[in-house]
């Protein structure tokens, strides 16, 4: 079938009774009377040569031919309505998904959002946290920001974010660290990257000390577990900058650690669209992008 031949209105009718199981109230949304949707339906039937509705009493039941029909029309009609949604002012919004580490996304990229939906608001941004663990063909994405030494297979990588590491406190906690050794005696919270602790006490002139503590699974529950005071944690100062400045998290020790950086990344295979491409430009921009280093294209 040809599309300048598609019968749209009687489709639409079609469509509408069959959601609302009822031809009145198809008839309603469509601001038409019942008589012309009821014609438009038939005229739909005796194209295709099929009976698209059984008529009951009350209402309307789908037939097999009409049952499959539906769920085509509908999501076709919704696409189309979510297209014409996108249209803003006399531009279209185009969508961005992005994935973010979700220590990201509190500590730094939500408090900048403002910014970046002011000076481009013709893109529609949806972000989905995760913990440094994602699937970008998978799950649909166009977009992660994620940490690490950028060396994703298939992917290519833009450095955002220097992220020097140093352990975090309740601040009654950090009235009793002196030293380093002194965390011999609480409790060091741990995330998945085993080798953390070890490599810190390392370079603080404690290699003796064995990192003993519960494992998370992200940064924010580390965070949120030191500041109850249940021991230090290893963190991302940059992440908890408003923390720190509020007293909630303290630094006992000016000893950092480099573990990695925060990337943009996106698959290899998937050209950079308009959208990627000004994100990218509009996170390069800000201040704390390193000058250096940016770029990491890996195989």
Request: charged residues 25%; aromatic residues 8%.
């Amino acid at each position: 079938m040809l599309r300048p031949q598609l019968p749209l209105n009687a489709l639409r009718a079609f469509e509408a009774a069959a959601r609302h199981q009822n031809f009145t109230r198809a008839a309603l949304e469509l601001c038409v009377s019942q008589a012309a949707l009821s014609h438009q339906i038939r005229a739909l039937e005796d194209r295709l040569g099929v009976s698209l509705f059984t008529r009951l009493p009350r209402g309307v039941a789908l037939t097999d031919e009409g049952a499959r029909l539906y769920p085509v029309l509908n999501e076709a009609f919704d696409r189309i309505a979510v297209s014409l949604d996108r249209f803003v002012g006399g531009h279209f919004r185009e969508v961005l998904s992005v994935g973010v580490v979700g220590t990201f996304a509190t500590g730094w990229l939500l408090p900048r959002l403002g910014d970046f939906n002011a000076r481009h608001p013709d893109i529609e941004l949806r972000l989905q946290t995760h913990n440094n663990r994602i699937d970008l063909a998978g799950e649909g994405l166009d977009l992660a920001i994620r940490f690490g030494n950028g060396d994703w297979q298939g992917q290519i990588s833009d450095a955002v974010l220097e992220a020097p590491f140093a352990p975090l406190c309740a601040p009654a906690l950090a009235r009793t660290l002196r030293q380093p050794r002194d965390l011999a005696n609480v409790a060091l919270l741990r995330s998945y990257r085993s080798d953390e602790w070890p490599r810190w006490l390392q370079a603080a002139g404690a290699p003796e000390l064995e990192a003993r503590g519960p494992v998370f699974d992200s940064s924010l529950t580390l965070a949120t577990a030191a500041a109850a005071g249940a021991g230090v944690a290893l963190l991302p100062l940059k992440m908890f900058e408003q923390d720190l400045a509020q007293g909630r998290l303290i630094q006992p020790f000016a000893q950092t650690l480099e573990l990695g950086r925060y990337w943009l990344t996106r698959l290899r295979s998937r050209a950079e669209s308009d959208a990627a491409r000004r994100f990218r430009e509009w996170l390069e921009a800000q201040d704390e992008v390193p000058t250096s280093g940016r770029h990491l294209p890996v195989a």
